[in-house]
């Protein structure tokens, strides 16, 4: 009998089907945004994935509740914290089983008795005092919309999207994404010179060196750990980091640098 030669159909998306076509429909404007990003290559995508992986399912959530708290984390330990949790992300994400480094991952997060990053050894029972129930409800749900997500055939990856619009929109500048390194090298460029005018025009820049812990590392040697582990930097650093150049709008992020690029 001669070989049936029409092509098998390929089976339907077990994934819901509104998902479906949401997936499939945002594939064109997820490209534009990707490319305009400057993502390239898949090591550069899984570290995006991870940035989008953080922010859903432990930053933009009851940790930012916690955040504005009394026995909350402080700026300079949810810089810490989520910069260490993007290494475990990636992890989670490049994970032989993605669906247990996912799970894996959200044991970690929810582990009251693990101390986080730039607290100095405070653990999750303490900084979550009062939101521990909704912080425990919100990982699980996230992480259980990712598992969902991850059923579906009908795109070829459909977490990558998702998360890297997620970094996208709410992490551009984020440990992990391609302007970071851009960020971390106008600090060593403001370090360097207290006098530039993206410090601003209230001795921004001497107060910050002369508020410059004992324990920063060399210029150098900040530059390499911000750029790698930044939570492994001392305490005291972080904090001064975080008052100086690490918080919103902070003088790292102003437009005119963007401006002086343009002339």
Not at 9 to 15: L, N, Q, T, V
Not at 17 to 28: D, G, K, T
Not at 191 to 205: K, T, V
Request: net charge negative; with cysteine.
């Amino acid at each position: 009998m001669a070989q049936d030669s029409r092509r098998i159909p390929p089976a339907p998306c077990p994934g819901d089907p509104h998902n479906c076509e949401l997936l499939l429909s945002s594939q064109q404007a997820y490209r534009g945004r990707f490319g305009k990003a400057e993502i390239c290559g898949h090591e550069a995508v899984v570290s995006a994935m991870a940035v989008g992986l953080v922010l859903d399912v432990w930053r933009n959530g009851p940790v930012e509740d916690m955040h504005c708290g009394k026995r909350g984390p402080d700026d300079a330990a949810m810089f810490a914290e989520s910069t260490a949790l993007h290494d475990r992300a990636v992890t989670a994400l490049t994970a032989g089983n993605r669906p247990v480094g996912l799970l894996e991952f959200e044991g970690h997060l929810l582990d009251r008795e693990r101390p986080w990053a730039g607290t100095g050894g405070t653990t999750l029972k303490d900084l979550g005092y009062g939101f521990l129930g909704q912080y425990r409800r919100h990982v699980k749900d996230h992480v259980n919309k990712l598992l969902d997500l991850g059923h579906h055939t009908c795109v070829d990856d459909p977490v990558e999207p998702f998360l890297v619009t997620t970094a996208l929109l709410y992490g551009r500048d984020h440990k992990g994404m391609p302007r970071w390194p851009v960020i971390v090298e106008r600090i060593g460029i403001l370090l360097a010179d207290p006098a530039r005018a993206e410090w601003g025009q209230d001795g921004q820049g001497v107060r910050a060196l002369a508020q410059m812990p004992q324990e920063t590392p060399s210029p150098e040697g900040l530059t390499a750990a911000l750029v790698s582990a930044p939570s492994g930097l001392p305490v005291t650093v972080l904090e001064w980091l975080s008052h100086h150049l690490l918080y919103c709008a902070a003088p790292p992020y102003s437009l005119r640098w963007d401006e002086q690029s343009r002339k």
